[in-house]
């Protein structure tokens, strides 16, 4: 039988009061109980076991008997889930001329009722996480939720601006399937000095239209190269970093939300995200 170690850091213990009189310096309203960082260590309890409340409550309770700290109810810690905000870790090492991979994915409303899904066509919908990896490090740079409707495009320049707070020095080059392919993600990239290795369509136009010339003189490149040359040269089969990405967090995150409020199961896909990049983060 294959055995494990479960390694829980509690340094949140020690600085529990602390804590508590930042929090609640020059608060108005009822004061905090709860420190941010037992809030934190509770979700990741919650995203990476996937605990239902009640079930986290009961963890808390049990590990209290070990670590002596007072446990929130599970209404407590669903008033403080909806009310706390994650944040992507920066990327702790030194370097410059980063490649980015920028994709998205899609994640199940609910697993529950497929038969009916599939049987009577009822449609869930999807959420869509749209995420920037640099290629060499594997690390997660940029992290945007929205909804099944949102175009992929107008997320690539937010995911870069993302991923130059969180990496040190300057980003090379962006890679992005068509999904992106537009005008002004080009003159986006241009202007920050960055190559655009984004995938043209076969038919895309050598003129301007009012644009700089960066995405022509991109489509010239591709022609005269021919397109398995052109991805050859410009490294675009690197892109898979990303997509290996997604298909980790699924694999141990879930492919699917609980939460049935719209915003709620937003910041659900986005905890699954953040918590598995600190997991990674930390195992490197």
Aim: with cysteine; net charge positive; proline share 4%.
């Amino acid at each position: 039988m294959t055995q494990g170690v479960l390694l829980l850091q509690h340094d949140w213990v020690d600085a529990w009061d602390d804590e508590l009189e930042r929090m609640n310096d020059r608060k108005s309203g009822r004061p905090f109980k709860f420190p941010e960082s037992l809030i934190r260590f509770a979700e990741m309890l919650k995203t990476v076991f996937r605990l239902p409340l009640r079930q986290l409550e009961g963890f808390l309770q049990a590990l209290a008997c070990f670590i002596e700290f007072e446990v929130p109810d599970y209404t407590t810690l669903w008033h403080r889930e909806c009310q706390s905000q994650v944040h992507l870790p920066a990327v702790d090492r030194c370097g410059s001329g980063w490649t980015l991979a920028v994709d998205s994915t899609g994640i199940k409303v609910s697993d529950r009722g497929e038969w009916m899904r599939e049987k009577w066509h009822v449609h869930r919908g999807w959420i869509k996480v749209h995420m920037c990896v640099e290629v060499d490090t594997g690390a997660i740079v940029g992290l945007v939720v929205s909804d099944e409707k949102a175009r992929d495009s107008k997320f690539l320049p937010i995911l870069v601006e993302q991923a130059s707070s969180l990496l040190p020095g300057r980003i090379a080059r962006v890679m992005a399937d068509g999904g992106y392919d537009t005008y002004d993600n080009f003159d986006y990239l241009a202007g920050r000095g960055i190559e655009p290795v984004i995938k043209m369509r076969s038919n895309a136009s050598t003129k301007r239209h009012g644009h700089s010339s960066a995405r022509p003189k991109a489509v010239r490149e591709r022609n005269d190269l021919g397109e398995e040359e052109w991805k050859i040269r410009n490294g675009y089969n690197k892109r898979w970093k990303v997509e290996t990405m997604f298909s980790a967090i699924k694999r141990k995150m879930g492919e699917a939300v609980r939460s049935k409020r719209p915003d709620l199961a937003l910041k659900q896909a986005e905890r699954m995200v953040v918590q598995y990049s600190i997991l990674k983060e930390a195992t490197c």
